[in-house]
């Protein structure tokens, strides 16, 4: 049996020592020496490796660099932890962040590459996809956009949908280049680079066409709306014009956005003045200067009756506001007739303080001041409407005929007493526009359905500040992002 221990020059030496339970702390004065000990929780001052000072924690030496990958320091608590390894390549890992102080960067050569507010002005290049709203933009080489719209420097050309732009600005679409540029000095110049022709148009219709082989045609072929105006002097070198005394086709007087029909006709010049046969409005009617002399025999109709002979009016002529009568044979009335005391025919004209018009359902009465209905009034133009109004709202214009011009002439309120008389047009409110509500206030808003597209204009715009918040995805309350940013002085 070996002996636990021997006492050598006055020292007690345990070859093996195990131990199963220490109940009070255990002090070493001396130097311990072991293999390997094992203990669930190590406490030290000082930790120092074979061959290396305090001073050296933490240099790893090892003859491969694979033997050092994964050296370093790790800490942990509970289910996590947080680690600063080295791995191969030269690279130092972890899976924690670096926080420095707000004073601080990172550097590499001694040179800072990034600060809590900029990247260094050493760094040139990035790949970054997205950035914030930019004070300043300057590019002194070539530029695409969403690959589509392409900036050559070197030739001062913009081009879209095309990166070989043939002109200042070219656009193409459907294989057709359109360049806006000037290909001599002196001349701008504007239409196709390629073998198309070039339609200018308005209201989505095509009012000039220029034909590649030369031919310029002015208006719709459908349409046949064209009205081509010349305030001045027109030189041609040759001028084709129907010269013919006999058509195929009646004569038409058409219509433009800016010009009405009114005025339109036949004029007979010379010797004294002018004879006129045209269309006249209020309401519409054809308006000569001359009379009209019928042979003996002959009538006015309308839709195929005869009104008016030389002998008398048409049997079918039951109304008229006829003032004055010669001595009738005999009069038969066969509805009320009211004749009032102050209903007098004056140089042609009926003078009374009020007419009425009831037709059992409704009344109408007008005086010299109001107009007044006891249920709906409406006007209209050709059968029709073109105003309604009645005691839940008022209509100005007709749904089946959209396109019917309605002009304003003075400034327009909506809900507002007291217009800016700067202004044209004054809302009191929120307004649509195509779709988009159109609001203001102090911020975007934090409730309520959007809409993309709608817009909030900022109620206090400040420095620093934006012109307003834009809808960019619909939602309650949607995604709402800042716009028009407003510059420091």
């Given at each position: 049996?070996?002996?636990?221990?021997?006492?050598?020059?006055?020292?007690?030496?345990?070859?093996?020592?195990?131990?199963?339970?220490?109940?009070?702390?255990?002090?070493?004065?001396?130097?311990?020496?072991?293999?390997?000990?094992?203990?669930e929780t190590l406490n030290v001052k000082n930790l120092i490796r074979n061959g290396n000072n305090s001073a050296e924690i933490g240099a790893w030496a090892s003859n491969t660099e694979e033997q050092l990958n994964g050296k370093g320091f790790s800490w942990a608590w509970g289910n996590g932890g947080t680690n600063l390894q080295y791995r191969n390549g030269g690279n130092l890992w972890t899976n924690g962040n670096f926080d420095l102080d707000p004073d601080k960067g990172f550097k590499?050569?001694?040179?800072?590459?990034?600060?809590?507010?900029?990247?260094?002005?050493?760094?040139?290049?990035?790949?970054?996809?997205?950035?914030?709203?930019?004070?300043?933009?300057?590019?002194?080489?070539?530029?695409s956009l969403g690959d589509f719209v392409h900036f050559k420097s070197n030739f001062q050309r913009v081009?879209?949908?095309?990166?070989?732009p043939n002109g200042a600005l070219s656009v193409v679409?459907?294989?057709?280049?359109?360049?806006?540029?000037?290909?001599?000095?002196?001349?701008?110049?504007?239409?196709?680079?390629?073998?198309?022709?070039?339609?200018?148009?308005?209201?989505?219709?095509?009012?000039?066409?220029?034909?590649?082989?030369?031919?310029?045609?002015?208006?719709?072929?459908?349409?046949?709306?064209?009205?081509?105006?010349?305030?001045?002097?027109?030189?041609?070198?040759?001028l084709t014009t129907d010269t013919r005394t006999d058509t195929i086709s009646p004569v038409h007087f058409n219509s433009?956005?800016?010009?009405?029909?009114?005025?339109?006709?036949?004029?007979?010049t010379g010797n004294g003045v002018?004879?006129?046969?045209?269309?006249?409005?209020?309401?519409?009617r054809l308006c000569t200067t001359e009379s009209f002399d019928l042979g003996e025999d002959k009538a006015y109709y309308i839709n195929g009756t005869a009104v008016l002979s030389a002998a008398g009016l048409g049997a079918g002529v039951v109304n008229s506001n006829l003032n004055k009568v010669g001595t009738l044979q005999d009069?038969?009335?066969?509805?009320?007739?009211?004749?009032?005391?102050?209903?007098?025919?004056?140089?042609?004209?009926?003078?009374?303080?009020?007419?009425?018009?009831?037709?059992?359902?409704?009344?109408?009465?007008?005086?010299?001041?109001?107009?007044?209905t006891s249920n709906q009034f409406s006007i209209s133009v050709r059968n029709q409407e073109a105003f309604y109004a009645d005691s839940s709202e008022i209509a100005l214009g007709n749904s089946s005929s959209p396109r019917r011009l309605v002009k304003v002439f003075g400034t327009l309120s909506v809900g507002a007493n007291n217009p800016d008389p700067r202004v044209s047009l004054a809302v009191n409110g929120n307004a649509s526009?195509?779709?988009?509500?159109?609001?203001?206030?102090?911020?975007?808003?934090?409730?309520?359905?959007?809409?993309?597209?709608?817009?909030?204009?900022?109620?206090?715009?400040?420095?620093?500040?934006?012109?307003?918040?834009?809808?960019?995805?619909?939602?309650?309350?949607?995604?709402?992002?800042?716009f028009g940013a407003i510059a420091s002085r």
């Open positions: 049996m070996s002996q636990p221990f021997n006492i050598q020059n006055d020292t007690v030496v345990i070859t093996k020592l195990n131990v199963s339970e220490i109940t009070e702390p255990v002090t070493v004065s001396g130097d311990l020496t072991a293999g390997v000990i094992t203990v590499i050569g001694g040179t800072t590459v990034l600060s809590k507010n900029e990247l260094g002005s050493q760094v040139t290049k990035s790949r970054l996809r997205e950035v914030g709203v930019l004070r300043s933009l300057e590019v002194t080489g070539e530029v081009g879209i949908n095309t990166d070989t679409a459907n294989d057709i280049e359109i360049v806006v540029g000037s290909q001599q000095i002196g001349k701008a110049y504007v239409g196709t680079y390629t073998n198309h022709d070039l339609v200018l148009g308005a209201d989505n219709t095509a009012r000039i066409t220029v034909k590649s082989n030369g031919e310029v045609i002015f208006g719709d072929e459908q349409a046949k709306s064209s009205v081509v105006k010349i305030y001045g002097e027109l030189i041609v070198e040759k433009t956005r800016s010009t009405p029909i009114y005025g339109l006709g036949l004029v007979w002018d004879r006129k046969l045209v269309m006249q409005d209020g309401p519409d009069l038969t009335v066969s509805g009320k007739t009211t004749l009032l005391g102050d209903v007098e025919a004056i140089t042609g004209r009926v003078s009374a303080k009020l007419l009425s018009f009831n037709d059992g359902s409704q009344q109408l009465s007008l005086d010299s001041y109001r107009l007044n526009f195509a779709g988009r509500m159109f609001s203001s206030g102090t911020g975007a808003p934090i409730n309520g359905i959007s809409n993309k597209g709608d817009i909030v204009w900022n109620d206090n715009p400040q420095p620093d500040n934006y012109v307003g918040w834009v809808c960019t995805v619909a939602g309650e309350p949607g995604t709402w992002m800042p």
